[in-house]
Structures are given as structure tokens and as C-alpha cells.
């Protein structure tokens, strides 16, 4: 059982207010706030421990250099890799699926190959392998999805050709909040010898994941989302596939040696990893990852269940809504329209009452043009939410009822 009055406690950001109203932040799909413990992790480290990495001789560099790696341990244990040098530190899941587009796909896919993705996949996970097709000539071919916005496995399947090179697809949808049937979707793919990578952007803060039961060749998602900081992601990559795979970006501390020759470039994962990182944020990604395992995300999941159960009738009671997204498995997210009132409007009107949702597209046009909307109003939920935020929201929509009468 969560705690919730206490959780709230570590988040400051909860008690502070907008237009004098109590926030109450429901943007989490955005990017989640952030614990005490992971800001002082990030303070801590700059105002005591503050060196680079990797290559300095001196006690703050060896001492910097070994919590840096630990972090990478913690992300192992956090997703259940077998091997430290599988953890690439990038910018985030869009960083990530571009190193993978540019590496692996460079390499691997040529004119006339193909690349699958879902019709529920962020931009992030669409457009750096359109990039790759433009390059390549290879074609970008899409799995379509249900009514109510669920994978149509049996489509995808049958995409599944000779020609395709990987299979690209998101755990959880942020536009719709649909859980993918991932591990099925894996073993279809291996059942034909395509390698998947997997978008956990929206799964990670929500259920937890082990890449090594799920069997998935990549699996991408970002700190920030995670209640860690900006700027800093992983790319989890099996080892076979990531030591054949060329370096994305050259410079200091991916290589072996340089000569105006020849360079040789250093082994995984620093391979990956050029130029100076992220390092205060890794600090403070570590100290995500142990408010999360100190929460426990079963109960994390459970707790997030009931709340988005509830808060689903509550919203269907509201007259004129309806609800984009009705997979049979979701998490935290209630994407809605209300007839005749345009998104931006909704996103306004609960702005002024201190309720922060997203309106917009959700970077995921094309799942908006499935459903044939301009765009949704979005609530998306974290563990610090309450039914009485819920409570707040919904009375907020009455009112932009009323504004629209
Ligand atoms: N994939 C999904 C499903 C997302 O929700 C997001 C962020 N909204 C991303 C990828 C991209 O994440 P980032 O912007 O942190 O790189």
C-alpha cells in the first residue's frame, strides 16, 4: 500500500500554487516532478563531488567516475539487463532510438527494406527511421490499430516480410495510454528473425520492465519521465547486437586511441557515449531509480489502477466527452474531446483553476488522425495523484461546460 500523504511530501512542487489555486498537476505523461531526494542528488553532486569522468587522475574524478558507473549498475538491476556494458547513457528515448536508427540502421538496412512501426508511436519513434528510409530507400510501414486503439496483431503479422529489418514499437502509448502486448509482439517478430526495440518512455514510471524476460533487442526511455532530471536517457541494447553496430557521434572517451590514421573506438558502452555526459543528471537519475524501488512499482501499478479506473467513470459521467483510447489494458492516461469545444479551450479554462493537463496532438499526429481528431485534452496520471485532484478535474470540466453553454 502507497503512502500517499507522504509521497506528496517529497514532491515541493505539489504544495505550491497557480492562479492562487492549489496546482494540481496532471501532465505527467509530460514529464513527472521530481522527489527531494533526486534534486539534492543533482545539488550534492555539483556542490561536492563536481568533476568530469572517465579520465582524470585526481580523487574527485575517480570518486565522480565511480558513482556515474554505479548509476549504470542501478539501470541494469532497474530493467533487468544481464550486462553493465548493455546501459548507454544518451539524452533520452528520442536520442536513443536515433542512435539506434543511425547505427544499427545504417548498417543493417538497405534499399527496399523495411521498417515497422504502430500507428500509436510518438514522433520520436516515427520520424528518425523516415530519416533512415529517405537515406536508405527503404519504406516505413505502419501496424494498424483498433477502434479502440489496440496493436491488430493479426496485421501485424502478416506486415512481418523477408524485407523487414527491425520492428519498432512504443510499451505504452502517451497519446492513448494503451499497454502493448510487447512480449507477444517480440516473439512474433523473432519468429521471423527481426530484432525489436521497444519505446518505454511512458512504461518505465508505470509497471516494471525486464528486457531480459521480454527478450527485446533495444528497449529506450528518458529520467525525466521517470521523476528524474532532463537531458539524460538509456538505451538498453543486447550486447551481440550492439558490439557489431558502428559508433553514432565521435570525440573524447569513445575511442581507444586516435591517430590522423587511424582511431580505434573503445568497447560498449563508452562506445556510444562521446563527449562529456550528463553527469550531475545520472546523479540524479540514480536517486530516481531508488525513490522508485524504495516505492515499489507493483504497488506503484496497483495504486495507479484503481485511480485510473476511477477516474475514468468519473469522466465519463461528464456530458459531451468522450474518450480517445479504450484499450482493454492502459495506464494513467485519459486523452478526451469534448464535442464542440476545442482542446486548447479545455487545457485553458482548468489552467486558470490550477489543474495542468495537455492539449495538443502529444506529438503523435498520426494516432490523432486515426481517430479523426484535431487533437485531445490529456490527464495523465504518477503516484502522487489523488481521487480528490480527480475530483478537481472533473468539476473543472463542468465549468468549461458552462463556459461553452
Ligand atoms: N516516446 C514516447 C511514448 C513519449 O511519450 C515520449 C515523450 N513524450 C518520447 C518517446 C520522447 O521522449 P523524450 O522527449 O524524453 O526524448
Same mark, same amino acid.
Given at each position: 500500500m502507497?503512502?500517499?500523504?507522504?509521497?506528496?511530501?517529497?514532491?515541493?512542487?505539489? !504544495?505550491?500554487?497557480?492562479?492562487?489555486?492549489?496546482?494540481v498537476?496532471?501532465?505527467?505523461?509530460?514529464?513527472?516532478?521530481?522527489?527531494? @531526494?533526486v534534486?539534492?542528488?543533482?545539488?550534492?553532486?555539483?556542490?561536492?563531488?563536481?568533476? !568530469?569522468?572517465?579520465?582524470?587522475?585526481?580523487?574527485?574524478?575517480? =570518486?565522480?567516475?565511480?558513482?556515474y558507473?554505479?548509476?549504470?549498475?542501478k539501470?541494469?538491476? %532497474?530493467?533487468?539487463?544481464?550486462?553493465?556494458?548493455?546501459?548507454?547513457?544518451?539524452?533520452?528515448a528520442?536520442e536513443?532510438?536515433?542512435?539506434?536508427?543511425?547505427?544499427?540502421?545504417?548498417?543493417?538496412?538497405?534499399?527496399?527494406?523495411?521498417?515497422?512501426?504502430s500507428?500509436?508511436?510518438?514522433?520520436?519513434?516515427?520520424?528518425?527511421?523516415?530519416?533512415?528510409?529517405?537515406?536508405?530507400? $527503404?519504406?516505413?510501414?505502419?501496424?494498424?490499430?483498433?477502434? =479502440?486503439?489496440?496493436?491488430?496483431?493479426?496485421?501485424?503479422?502478416?506486415?512481418i516480410?523477408?524485407?523487414?529489418?527491425?520492428?519498432?514499437?512504443?510499451?505504452?502509448?502517451?497519446?492513448?495510454?494503451?499497454?502493448?502486448p510487447?512480449k507477444?509482439?517480440?516473439?512474433?517478430?523473432?519468429?521471423?528473425?527481426?530484432?525489436?526495440?521497444?519505446?518505454?518512455?511512458?512504461a518505465?514510471?508505470?509497471? @516494471?520492465?525486464?528486457?531480459?524476460?521480454?527478450?527485446?533487442?533495444?528497449?529506450? %526511455?528518458? =529520467?525525466?519521465?521517470? %521523476?528524474?532530471?532532463?537531458?539524460?536517457?538509456?538505451l538498453?541494447?543486447?550486447?551481440?547486437?550492439?558490439?557489431?553496430?558502428?559508433?553514432?557521434?565521435?570525440?573524447?572517451?569513445?575511442?581507444? @586511441?586516435?591517430?590522423?590514421?587511424?582511431?580505434?573506438?573503445?568497447?560498449?558502452?563508452?562506445?556510444?557515449?562521446?563527449?562529456?555526459?550528463?553527469i550531475?543528471?545520472?546523479?540524479?537519475?540514480? =536517486?530516481?531509480?531508488?525513490?522508485?524501488?524504495?516505492?515499489?512499482?507493483? !504497488?506503484?501499478?496497483?495504486?495507479?489502477?484503481?485511480?485510473?479506473?476511477? $477516474?475514468?467513470?468519473?469522466?465519463?459521467?461528464?456530458?459531451?466527452?468522450?474518450?480517445?483510447?479504450? @484499450?482493454?489494458?492502459?495506464?494513467?492516461?485519459?486523452?478526451?474531446?469534448?464535442?464542440?469545444?476545442?482542446?486548447?479551450d479545455?487545457?485553458?479554462?482548468?489552467?486558470?483553476?490550477?489543474?495542468?493537463?495537455?492539449?495538443?496532438?502529444?506529438?503523435a499526429?498520426?494516432?490523432?488522425?486515426r481517430?479523426?481528431?484535431?487533437a485531445?485534452?490529456? $490527464?495523465?496520471?504518477?503516484?502522487?495523484?489523488?481521487?480528490?485532484?480527480?475530483?478537481?478535474?472533473?468539476?473543472?470540466?463542468?465549468?468549461v461546460?458552462?463556459?461553452?453553454?
Amino acid at each position: 500500500m502507497l503512502n500517499i500523504n507522504e509521497i506528496r511530501k517529497d514532491f515541493l512542487i505539489l !504544495n505550491t500554487f497557480v492562479h492562487g489555486k492549489p496546482l494540481v498537476y496532471l501532465d505527467n505523461a509530460a514529464t513527472t516532478q521530481k522527489p527531494r @531526494s533526486v534534486i539534492e542528488a543533482v545539488q550534492h553532486y555539483y556542490a561536492g563531488e563536481n568533476a !568530469n569522468i572517465h579520465r582524470g587522475i585526481h580523487q574527485l574524478s575517480h =570518486a565522480a567516475t565511480k558513482k556515474y558507473e554505479n548509476v549504470r549498475d542501478k539501470i541494469k538491476n %532497474f530493467v533487468h539487463a544481464e550486462k553493465t556494458e548493455e546501459i548507454v547513457f544518451v539524452r533520452g528515448a528520442t536520442e536513443a532510438i536515433n542512435l539506434v536508427a543511425q547505427t544499427y540502421g545504417r548498417s543493417q538496412v538497405g534499399e527496399g527494406d523495411e521498417i515497422l512501426v504502430s500507428h500509436m508511436e510518438h514522433h520520436s519513434n516515427i520520424v528518425p527511421w523516415q530519416m533512415l528510409c529517405e537515406k536508405k530507400g $527503404a519504406v516505413l510501414k505502419v501496424i494498424p490499430i483498433n477502434d =479502440a486503439g489496440e496493436i491488430i496483431l493479426e496485421e501485424y503479422e502478416e506486415l512481418i516480410s523477408p524485407r523487414t529489418k527491425i520492428v519498432s514499437v512504443t510499451h505504452m502509448s502517451n497519446a492513448l495510454g494503451t499497454i502493448n502486448p510487447i512480449k507477444e509482439i517480440i516473439k512474433t517478430a523473432h519468429d521471423k528473425g527481426v530484432p525489436v526495440l521497444v519505446d518505454g518512455a511512458q512504461a518505465v514510471s508505470h509497471m @516494471s520492465v525486464d528486457v531480459q524476460d521480454l527478450d527485446c533487442d533495444f528497449y529506450v %526511455f528518458s =529520467a525525466h519521465k521517470m %521523476f528524474g532530471p532532463t537531458g539524460i536517457g538509456v538505451l538498453y541494447g543486447k550486447k551481440e547486437l550492439m558490439e557489431k553496430m558502428p559508433p553514432y557521434q565521435g570525440g573524447g572517451d569513445m575511442i581507444l @586511441s586516435v591517430t590522423f590514421e587511424k582511431t580505434k573506438y573503445h568497447d560498449l558502452p563508452h562506445k556510444f557515449e562521446a563527449g562529456t555526459p550528463a553527469i550531475a543528471s545520472v546523479m540524479g537519475l540514480g =536517486a530516481a531509480v531508488d525513490y522508485i524501488h524504495n516505492v515499489g512499482l507493483d !504497488n506503484v501499478a496497483k495504486y495507479e489502477e484503481e485511480l485510473l479506473h476511477y $477516474a475514468t467513470e468519473k469522466l465519463l459521467k461528464i456530458p459531451h466527452l468522450r474518450m480517445i483510447g479504450t @484499450s482493454q489494458n492502459k495506464a494513467g492516461v485519459l486523452s478526451f474531446v469534448m464535442e464542440g469545444i476545442h482542446p486548447h479551450d479545455v487545457g485553458t479554462i482548468l489552467d486558470k483553476e490550477g489543474i495542468a493537463v495537455r492539449a495538443g496532438h502529444h506529438c503523435a499526429q498520426p494516432v490523432m488522425d486515426r481517430f479523426q481528431v484535431p487533437a485531445t485534452s490529456r $490527464a495523465s496520471l504518477a503516484l502522487y495523484n489523488t481521487r480528490k485532484e480527480i475530483d478537481l478535474l472533473a468539476q473543472g470540466l463542468l465549468k468549461v461546460l458552462n463556459v461553452f453553454k
